[in-house]
């Protein structure tokens, strides 16, 4: 570990707001150096404005963390969108092609250019946050729910390619979280639906942070799919 | 209760030694009054809970009136329970048809039905305070199943659904409970195995190393700690999930 950067370092996508914002907060009051990736500025040690998309930009981002603070320990992607009420025949190719360059490309991007690093290092975790909708699948946002499974799949071979590394990969499949991505009238903030969770609300970003901070310092999860859901998929 | 100052009290089954004494420490640790069952007493639950500060209330959770009898000791001294951790356990294994009856219940009847009883006997204190946690550690096997397992598995597998009932019925009182399912654990139980393999220690660890994708057997510090992780605050949205820190062993969801 290097001498002038002893707290360990933490790269988050989509670190600007929502699930992001608060892994960034958890991990800094834990004493994480924190580095933000976001469309937008994000409330970190180092802000990088990219779209996750471009695996280029990624990468150099990536390149400039470790060239101020010496090593990356881990990834959080939490960068995504989210399109609610579209049937499946009115979801258009371009809808189609962007949420998945965005949820599963943008993963796949940060996955890339973190691995070498930790590689070298011989340790670090990735946290990828996916979504409860992909374990109990959804009728109202199919294209959404088929790039949040992919990352699970993802997640669980990078997992088992990387299990005889240092390198742990895990994910995070939240139930519906108060966020901006759930709009004021979504479907998942009505009475009726929380009514039918056994806890009767949404997830907080803090607990999915919370989550994420477990996962990220604990030593046996191997491809393990943590979903704090407030009952939504037991 | 003077005898807590305000804090939160758990009771662990299974407590004498391997993952139920490292959960008490941790929990204790975490700020927790914490009860510390085993079947007997032979001196290490009283060490433990001296060490801790805690009670020991030694029983056999399998017998019919130990589980309110535990509850209501633990009542008296302590306070009403806010978390459980069922974590004792009763493990034979051989092959299926060579398994006698008895062994089978009392595979059932320690790690299925005793827990039954003790989670009857702890709920409605909970519902009255408003909530609580229990944390039940269930097993990899219940999960995928083990040869030579097939009792052992069965209770386990009875376990993670009891979880998910009990995650159902129990949520809307914000009594939360999860399970954990944890695989090859470093624990004295090893050198039992390795006795029966004729091989070492060394070499025993070695073989269940081999057979986890991680190549590291977990320790009874990382399975405390995902108890303490679903005991606390941070896992509030957590009902009915089964945690698997097993290194990779399972490979799916349960």
């Not at chain 1, 990536?62 to 979801?91: M, Q, W």
């Not at chain 2, 019919?64 to 294994?93: C, F, K, W, Y």
Request: with cysteine; aromatic share 4%; charged share 20%.
């Amino acid at each position: 570990m290097s001498l002038s950067a002893p707290e360990p370092v933490a790269v988050v996508t989509g670190a600007a707001s929502g699930i992001g914002a608060a892994c960034v907060g958890r991990l800094a009051r834990s004493g994480w150096r924190t580095a933000g990736i976001d469309l937008r500025p994000s409330a970190t040690d180092m802000s990088a404005e990219l779209d996750v998309t471009d695996r280029e930009a990624v990468r150099k981002a990536v390149e400039a963390v470790v060239a101020r603070f010496g090593r990356v320990d881990l990834l959080v992607t939490a960068a995504g969108y989210y399109e609610e009420g579209i049937p499946v025949t009115d979801i258009t190719r371009e809808q189609w092609d962007r949420m998945l360059a965005v949820i599963l490309g943008g993963t796949s991007n940060a996955f890339a250019a973190v691995l070498p690093h930790m590689l070298r290092q011989d340790s670090g975790a990735i946290v990828a946050i996916s979504s409860e909708l992909a374990l109990g699948g959804s009728a109202t946002d199919l294209h959404y729910v088929a790039a949040k499974g992919a990352v699970l799949g993802l997640v669980k071979s990078l997992a088992l390619e990387m299990a005889h590394t240092g390198i742990r990969v895990n994910a995070v499949a939240p139930g519906p979280t108060d966020t901006p991505l759930l709009a004021a009238d979504s479907l998942w903030r009505r009475p009726d639906y929380l009514a039918s969770l056994p806890l009767g609300r949404l997830v907080t970003p803090r607990e999915i942070a919370h989550t994420v901070h477990y996962l990220a310092t604990s030593a046996m999860y191997c491809g393990e799919v943590l979903s704090p859901n407030a009952g939504a998929v037991i | 209760m003077s005898t807590t100052d305000g804090r939160e009290i758990a009771l662990v089954t299974g407590a004498a030694q391997g993952v139920g004494q490292a959960t008490a420490l941790r929990l204790a640790a975490d700020g927790f009054a914490v009860a510390v069952n085993d079947v007997v007493d032979d001196g290490r639950l009283t060490a433990l809970a001296e060490r801790i500060g805690g009670l020991a209330v030694p029983a056999d959770i399998s017998a019919a009136h130990s589980g309110p009898d535990t509850v209501r000791i633990v009542g008296q001294e302590l306070g009403d329970i806010d978390v459980l951790v069922a974590n004792a356990a009763a493990m034979a294994m051989g092959p299926f048809l060579e398994q006698p009856q008895e062994l089978w219940w009392r595979q059932v009847d320690v790690n299925l039905s005793g827990h039954f009883r003790l989670i009857q006997a702890v709920v409605p204190a909970m519902r009255r305070a408003g909530g609580g946690r229990i944390v039940i550690i269930a097993s990899g096997w219940g999960i995928i199943g083990h040869p030579n397992a097939s009792a052992y598995s069965a209770s386990k597998a009875g376990l993670i659904a009891l979880t998910k009932g009990l995650g159902r019925e129990l949520g809307p009182s914000g009594i939360l409970t999860n399970a954990i399912a944890p695989s090859y654990i470093d624990t004295e139980q090893l050198q039992v195995d390795a006795d029966d393999a004729g091989i070492s220690l060394d070499e025993m660890r070695q073989q269940y190393r081999d057979l986890i994708p991680i190549r590291r057997l977990a320790s009874v510090e990382d399975i405390a700690g995902a108890v303490a992780f679903l005991a606390s605050r941070d896992a509030g949205a957590f009902v009915g999930q089964v945690l698997q820190p097993a290194g990779g062993v399972t490979r799916t969801r349960a």
